[in-house]
């Protein structure tokens, strides 16, 4: 049972996109998943063993509750039926309330397969008369982290301060080293710089130090005014 399931394409979208978000929450007392749906490789600088190795190194780094991987054709990821059941299943067996999953427009097939594959196996996972393992189970919401190679700016629908737990989120990124440090530019800004930089942006848009931005399809309610920046 996890309050949170955070569903990335590859390892290190989730740190990418809400690194820290998922510390706030942790902070909070809240329990959060990761599911990376292929183990990303092959990429230049990586192999399946060094991308085992960097996941479970930024893991520790944010001492999350569980992570997973589905075990889907990385370059290839398909939002097909047998994708669906597979993740629709997990979702039943983790019985998250929220699902966390990548922005919906990029350049990048496997993030735009994993964001039409998650709102698909979110309607699956609460299917009764199915042989989908588990009970049924609706998270009661998708939220969309911003992960996205394709260099846009959609309109977030809200931001969240993250300025307590930038750090965290940047120790979690420093972990894949064969993605963010190999091979890049080692003259300011490196791409870890950029990284923050980014954060620091979305901070700015609302008041804080760092920020890290969210869309929702639905409309959100707030119960009171008291959290607002
Ligand atoms: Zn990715």
Redesign the pocket.
Known sequence: MLDYLVI???P??AE?GMGGTIALLLSQGCTVGILDLTD?EPTPQGSPEIRRLETEASTAVLGITWRGNLGLPNRSLQADLASRAKLAGLIRELRPRVLFA?YWEDS?P??VAASALVDAARFWSKLTKTDLPGTAHTPERILYYF?V?LRIHPKPSFIIDISDHVGTKLRALGCYASQFIAGRPTTPPTFLDSLRDRARYWGWAVGAAYGEPFASREELGLRSLRDLL
Request: aromatic share 0%; hydrophobic share 25%.
């Open positions: 990335a394409a590859h290190d979208d990418l990303g990548p990048h496997d993030h992960s190679h």
